[in-house]
């Protein structure tokens, strides 16, 4: 069975800042993992995907994130914090790569704080 | 390009009464599924059909229900409503079955 850790449920950092939100999964087969951000009253918006390419994944608004098999970690970084990224992140892995399902399992989400 | 659109944004209920919720496809989108995120925690999932057929369901009671329709169009149904239903419902669609998904902007529901 697959799931998702999300390590702080808040995350504070000021603006020009390194912003890193950490993500951890647990998978028995090679996962596909995702980073969403929500916005207040708004559904979800994909920041970047890890599908088995590249383990270093870069995405939009300046984000990041690597994959590490090793630590079976995903973690999200953006090097300088803009206060329009304040918003709640989710990290989320594919049920499973082998059996053809879209089915997402999200962690609990970091809630991204940027300070002026 | 038209975006997953839900209906409708809001919507209160009362305990006991039966609710539907729609999704409407991103354009060429043939998989939809639906997902429930109850404040402060992460989207858990519900249903995804594809090409009209159910491919997934989540750990929910039978009072969840839903349906595809021949435009990739989807409604959940939910029965019996509780206080704990009350939630924002998202839908998802993709091109595939285990391709990216899109989310809609979701449907706040209150159960009083």
């Known amino acids: 069975a697959q799931s998702v850790t999300q390590l702080g449920s808040h995350v504070s950092v000021s603006e020009g800042a390194l912003v890193l939100l950490r993500c951890n999964y647990s998978?028995?087969?090679?996962?596909?993992l995702f980073w969403y951000v929500q916005y207040p009253n708004q559904g979800l918006q994909l920041l970047l995907k890890y599908t088995s390419a590249a383990t270093l994944v870069k995405g939009i608004n300046g984000f990041e994130a690597e994959f590490k098999k090793s630590e079976t970690s995903f973690h999200l970084t953006k090097p300088s914090a803009h206060m329009s990224d304040a918003a709640e992140y989710f990290c989320a892995v594919s049920a499973s790569r082998s059996s053809n399902t879209g089915k997402l399992i999200f962690g609990q989400g970091t809630t991204l704080q940027v300070k002026p | 390009d038209a975006g997953v659109t839900q209906s409708p944004t809001h919507l209160i209920k009362t305990r006991g009464q039966h609710v539907t919720l729609r999704c409407s496809p991103i354009s060429g989108h043939k998989s939809v599924s639906w997902y429930q995120q109850v404040l402060g925690q992460g989207p858990q999932f519900i249903f995804q059909?594809?090409?009209?057929?159910?491919?997934g369901r989540g750990n929910f009671p039978d009072r969840f229900s839903a349906r595809q329709f021949p435009n990739y169009s989807s409604e959940l149904n939910v029965n019996a409503l509780l206080l704990g239903d009350s939630a924002l419902y998202l839908c998802a669609s993709s091109w595939g079955r285990a391709t990216e998904a899109f989310f809609g902007q979701g449907t706040r529901l209150t159960v009083v």
């Open positions: 059909y594809y090409e009209k057929e159910e491919r």
């Open positions: 998978s028995s087969v090679p996962p596909y």
